[in-house]
């Protein structure tokens, strides 16, 4: 199996649920928005969107229904989980499933009102750092 990494935003809130084994489980989608070529990207028409479906297991499942939440920025690593079904018309299809084996929620820089971006200018105290 392939592993990739994904950076985008959660589509809506995390879905939990439990195996008949007992097993935490959870999905959710994350959209890796990208900007059409030649546009100002300034409007909603000139971006598109590759949605990636995500399930993720036990304590991993846990912590993401109680930290993630809908339009949040998240780094994603998984393995591709691929499968065939028939669709409502007939057809064939493939859809894909990204195995989630690590999440990280993403910071987004502050931008000035000039568009640059914000260096806030501080560092924390080692005592402050968690590792």
Same mark, same amino acid.
């Given at each position: 199996? !392939? /592993?990739? $990494?994904?950076?985008? &935003?959660?589509?809506?809130? +995390?879905? %939990? *649920?439990? /195996? $008949? ?13 990208? @900007?059409?070529?030649? #546009?100002?990207?300034? &409007?909603?028409?000139?971006? $598109? ?23 949040? *920025?998240?780094?994603? #690593?998984? @393995? ?7 669709? @409502?018309? =007939?057809?064939? @299809?493939?859809?894909? !499933?990204?195995?989630?084996? *690590? ?5 987004? +820089?502050? *931008?000035?009102? !000039?568009? %640059?971006?914000? &260096?806030? =200018? ?7 750092? +968690?590792?």
């Amino acid at each position: 199996m !392939n /592993t990739i $990494t994904v950076i985008g &935003n959660i589509g809506k809130d +995390p879905e %939990s *649920r439990v /195996t $008949t084994q007992g097993t935490p489980v959870v999905t959710f989608s994350v959209a890796d928005n990208k @900007k059409l070529p030649g #546009t100002s990207g300034k &409007n909603k028409e000139d971006w $598109t969107s590759q949605w990636w479906y995500c399930t993720a297991f036990k304590e991993l499942a846990e912590a993401i229904i109680q930290d993630v939440r809908r339009g949040d *920025r998240v780094e994603v #690593t998984g @393995k591709i989980d691929m499968h065939e079904y028939t669709a @409502k018309d =007939g057809t064939q @299809k493939v859809a894909y !499933n990204l195995l989630v084996n *690590r999440i990280a929620k993403v910071v987004r +820089p502050m *931008r000035a009102n !000039n568009g %640059s971006f914000n &260096n806030m =200018g501080s560092e924390a105290p080692d005592e402050e750092i +968690p590792f």
